[in-house]
């Protein structure tokens, strides 16, 4: 059961107006993005591609609230992220958004289960009650009940993609995120991955995929194309 109290049609939205962001370094300072427009409707699946240093993962990071825009305005489930502070914006990202990162980042020491199991914990969304059952009904549906209690470095690379999309299901979040997560797997096994991404927007969740792989990209339903921090096209 969850405590979750978005509504349906809110709560897989995204907002992006104006949004750039300008890093300051003691070697120079630099533009990752400019004024970028975007809008996520709820049950989306959308690709963001582009070169390395295209943009992307600064992109990634003002949708997640990892990161705050220099200019502009993020909302994300009809929330003004900017007007959060950082444990509002802790609790709410892992009440709504659900993040793949591309090298896992699985806690080594703890099971696949118990980085489940943890998630929860820690968001609190789920009752106490019905967290293993959940956990281990995740991991049935993306095909690693059997590993469950393996530590993440007993398993392949996909079947620790796997686990990590687990998680970030593991509070029913609307939104899911996913940076590069095929970028490290074989061709069969990325296409299981991608399959299982589908598999979500199916049952209404809103996808968004940060990818260079056109095959990935084929599968979203729009493509958004970033170049040198700008939007540069939109592709149904």
């Known amino acids: 059961m969850t405590k979750n109290t978005q509504t349906g049609q809110q709560s897989g939205s995204a907002l ?3 949004v750039s962001k300008r890093y300051e370094t003691p070697e120079r300072a630099f533009t990752a993005l400019f004024e970028v427009d975007l809008t996520l409707e709820p049950g989306e699946h959308v690709a963001i591609m582009g070169r390395s240093g295209s943009g992307k993962s600064t992109l990634l990071n003002m949708l997640t609230g990892i990161d705050r825009p220099s200019a502009g305005q993020v909302q994300v489930a009809g929330v ?3 007007r959060l502070d950082e444990g509002a914006l802790a609790s709410f990202r892992g009440r709504n958004l659900g993040i793949v990162f591309q090298f896992f980042q699985l806690l080594p ?3 696949v289960r118990e980085n489940l199991l943890l998630a929860m914990e820690l ?3 789920i009752e106490p009650a019905t967290r293993a059952a959940r956990a281990q009904q995740l991991l049935e ?3 690693i009940a059997a590993h469950a209690d393996k530590l993440p470095s007993a398993l392949s690379g996909g079947e620790q993609q796997r686990a990590a999309i687990a998680r970030a299901l593991a509070n029913d979040p609307p939104f899911i995120v996913a940076d590069e997560p095929t970028g490290n797997l074989d061709t069969a096994t990325a296409a299981a991955i991608t399959e299982l991404l589908r598999g979500l927007v199916r049952r209404g969740k809103t996808v968004v995929v940060v990818t260079h792989d056109a095959a990935v ?3 979203c339903a729009r493509v958004v194309h970033l170049t040198d ?3 540069s096209e939109r592709a149904s």
């Open 16 to 18: 992006l107006r104006g």
């Open 80 to 82: 003004d992220l900017g």
């Open 109 to 111: 020491t703890l099971s």
């Open 123 to 125: 968001v609190g969304v």
């Open 141 to 143: 549906e993306v095909g």
């Open 217 to 219: 990209a084929a599968t």
């Open 229 to 231: 921090g700008r939007i």
